[in-house]
């Protein structure tokens, strides 16, 4: 992945970034917020035809937490929950994470997460009760931590697949994933 963007690496012919947007516009996520950061003209260009808000994150050499900021402060105020996923994911698709809202009870506003065996995977939505502190999270292990703290205040959504987990973040990994 040296001198490309990752997320314009292509599997199966598309784009990781596009298969990304393609899963949540097809499933029931009443908006699609897409967060660039490096790059991020070639990014944007790549899904410039999908109905998806563009939101730049300047601080994306921080690491991911600033890019959840970014995401989540551009959300309306009227928004139940987020679900947070991630593009690098190239198996997620639109039933899983329809599997997670469909868990999601504004009634009883809890963490929903995805979890095969004891593993917990991706993607996460997030009540807006935790906006405020996912606002704050810094560096670059995203919400883990706050998944961590908040243990007892998570759905757990059992599934039979390994998409939860599979994300490409070496060559090794991208070449695995295009001869899948």
């Avoid at 329809?98 to 809890?110: K, M, T």
């Avoid at 502190?133 to 759905?155: H, I, M, N, W």
């Amino acid at each position: 992945m040296s001198g490309s963007i990752k997320l314009l690496c292509e599997i199966d012919g598309v784009p990781m970034i596009e298969r990304a947007v393609r899963a949540a516009l097809a499933s029931r996520c009443a908006q699609v917020v897409v967060v660039t950061g490096c790059q991020a003209d070639r990014i944007e260009a790549a899904v410039a035809s999908d109905p998806v808000t563009l939101v730049r994150n300047p601080d994306y050499a921080e690491g991911l937490a600033a890019s959840l900021r970014c995401g989540v402060a551009s959300l309306p105020p009227d928004v139940d929950a987020a679900l947070i996923q991630l593009a690098d994911m190239p198996w997620v698709g639109a039933q899983h994470i329809d599997r997670l809202i469909d868990a999601f009870d504004p009634h009883d506003p809890l963490i929903v997460a995805p979890v095969r065996g004891i593993r917990r995977g991706h993607p996460v939505l997030w009540p807006r009760r935790f906006f405020r502190e996912l606002c704050q999270l810094g560096g670059d292990v995203g919400a883990r931590e706050l998944l961590e703290t908040y243990a007892s205040q998570v759905r757990a959504v059992n599934f039979d697949t390994d998409a939860i987990f599979a994300d490409v973040d070496t060559p090794a990994q991208l070449a695995q994933a295009q001869r899948s």
